[in-house]
């Protein structure tokens, strides 16, 4: 969103003639400003409208004659969907353009049309039984003239997420609905859902208002104030950050080193770090990965490109602009290919540089540094700074790092892999952090009326009381099951992250010294390095590195 503004701000710096014909969209906007939007795009108005997500589905927009996707897509469904918002006709062509912000997104764009045009789409990933939507779901049907048990149930089965629902699950959420389960059942505000004459309803008019009010499947983020423990607010970073952090991590933000002590009464309290390195914080914005199907498509142009030919001769025109780049990756390293593993050692003031290129998506890369970081100090105690992008991670030591694990497999194991990633993040904190959003959506805790909402403090202290309370004394609710589950498969991804180490298992380890940071490798070091300096002593360390690294590609 902040990037929507920047760019519609700088289109009318440049263009000041076109205010009024271009706009702006993106769901913080107000709703009569967005529809305001959408009707100057239907009926023509408008020339340009910088958007985010916000216009991919949904809408119907004749005049719209190209889309320009500014950055990589990062999935060919994503790329194929936004084209389809132009040309919307029987018989016109949908036209996309992609515009690439950095060299490796030119690689990308390249990657994108081949897989798009060999139907290499990505799988829709389904969830699998959201009790938090059943309760939800069972409370609306209730208010909507009621229902009897067992019919809804065979309805219910009848969505494919709850295809393999169990008739116990089913009861159990009717219980929870009607008594409170076993933990709630003293309090009649629990009670939501009463059968009379044969039919489940709704029998209080505050419960039904209630609902109505907050119905809906789509919880924000929040964010958690960062404060000194002496007192004073540094500011505020996303929720899950600070949930992947235990006692004693260190991070970077607001261009200081700090070191997270505790959270409590949703604040994370930090003091100053003796340490000069730490993790840089990862926002919302980021979250977008690169797909399996791009990644694996980004690989196979790159192997191309790594054959003499290639190099040499690149025939599109992407890989043309992108030649100059990938050049200097192959002398000062190598290029990545399907069956190699590419993993770079760089020594500089600041300790030792590891970079590892799987390019398996940001996710992923975020779970497999801190698999790897907790794995290589296992064997001897060592403080590690990550970065991560789409294509690939960096771990930076203070001191130097025996990678004999690296070399004979050990890192790449998967044996113990879920205990080993729930032991590297804080996998409790996790867990009650999605918990919160259960709550919401199963209709535990309530936003508030309209022109009195409760803040964001008090929906999180309500849904971790629930979550204590579920954890000590109804150790088998399954609303803390699904939030479990949830964690492993949507904030660890864990299924991926398994199916990545495989794959690098079956891979030849290609170990590379760096004399200077690769063309691969800056991007990682911009990433950790631009939360602790200032733009303009950024630009200058960017611009020596820079100069080193091309010092030692013209040799």
């Not at 060999?118 to 209730?142: F, N, S, Y």
């Not at 694990?405 to 050990?410: K, T």
Request: charge should be positive.
């Amino acid at each position: 969103r902040s990037q929507a503004e920047i760019w519609y701000l700088l289109l009318l710096q440049e263009r000041p003639q076109w205010a009024g014909l271009v706009a702006l969209h993106h769901g913080s906007l107000d709703k009569a400003v967005r529809e305001w939007v959408e009707l100057g795009l239907k009926e023509g108005r408008l020339k340009a409208v910088v958007a985010t997500s916000s216009l991919d589905l949904g809408v119907d927009f004749l005049p719209v004659e190209r889309v320009l996707q500014i950055g990589s897509p990062k999935g060919i469904a994503r790329l194929l969907q936004r084209a389809g918002r132009s040309g919307h006709a029987p018989g016109r062509p949908s036209r996309v353009t992609i515009v690439p912000t950095n060299t490796l997104e030119l690689v990308e764009a390249a990657a994108a049309r081949r897989a798009a045009r060999a139907g290499r789409i990505e799988k829709r990933a389904v969830p699998d039984k959201p009790l938090d939507v059943l309760v939800q779901h069972l409370v609306t049907v209730a208010l909507g003239g009621g229902f009897e048990a067992e019919a809804l149930f065979e309805e219910v089965r009848g969505a494919y997420s709850f295809r393999t629902l169990a008739r116990e699950e089913f009861q159990w959420a009717l219980d929870f609905v009607e008594k409170g389960g076993a933990s709630l059942a003293v309090y009649p505000e629990y009670h939501r859902v009463r059968r009379v004459d044969g039919r489940y309803r709704v029998p209080d008019r505050g419960i039904a208002k209630r609902h109505r009010l907050q119905v809906g499947t789509i919880v924000g983020d929040a964010t958690m104030q960062v404060k000194y423990l002496g007192g004073g607010t540094i500011g505020s970073i996303e929720e899950s950050f600070i949930a992947r952090l235990r006692p004693g991590d260190c991070f970077v933000f607001a261009g200081r080193v700090l070191e997270f002590v505790r959270t409590q009464d949703m604040a994370a309290y930090v003091r100053k770090a003796t340490k000069n390195k730490g993790v840089v914080p990862s926002w919302a914005g980021g979250r977008m990965p690169l797909s399996t199907e791009l990644a694996d498509a980004v690989v196979e142009v790159l192997a191309a490109v790594a054959q003499a030919d290639g190099l040499r001769e690149p025939q599109e025109p992407e890989l043309r602009a992108a030649g100059p780049m990938l050049a200097t990756q192959a002398r000062l390293s190598r290029l990545p290919t399907p069956q190699t593993l590419l993993v770079e050692r760089f020594v500089s003031r600041e300790g030792m540089h590891l970079f590892v290129y799987p390019f398996a998506g940001r996710q992923v890369h975020l779970g497999l540094a801190s698999l790897f970081a907790w794995r290589l100090a296992q064997h001897v105690p060592n403080t590690f700074s990550m970065s991560v992008n789409d294509h690939g991670f960096e771990l930076l030591s203070a001191d130097p790092v025996a990678l004999d694990a690296l070399h004979d497999g050990r890192l790449f194991e998967g044996g113990a892999l879920l205990e080993d990633v729930l032991a590297s993040l804080n996998s409790g904190e996790l867990a009650q952090r999605r918990f919160r959003e259960i709550a919401r959506v199963s209709g535990l805790v309530f936003s508030g009326y309209p022109g009195a909402p409760k803040s964001m403090r008090q929906l999180q202290a309500s849904s971790g009381l629930f979550y204590e309370v579920f954890r000590k004394y109804d150790a088998g609710n399954l609303l803390l099951t699904q939030a479990q589950a949830e964690v492993l498969s949507q904030e660890l991804d864990i299924g991926r992250l398994g199916a990545t180490l495989q794959r690098l298992r079956a891979r030849r380890l290609e170990f590379v010294e760096l004399k200077a940071p690769s063309p691969f490798a800056l991007p990682l070091m911009v990433e950790r390095l631009r939360e602790k300096l200032s733009n303009e002593k950024l630009a200058d360390r960017l611009a020596r590195i820079v100069r080193d690294a091309q010092t030692m590609a013209d040799r």
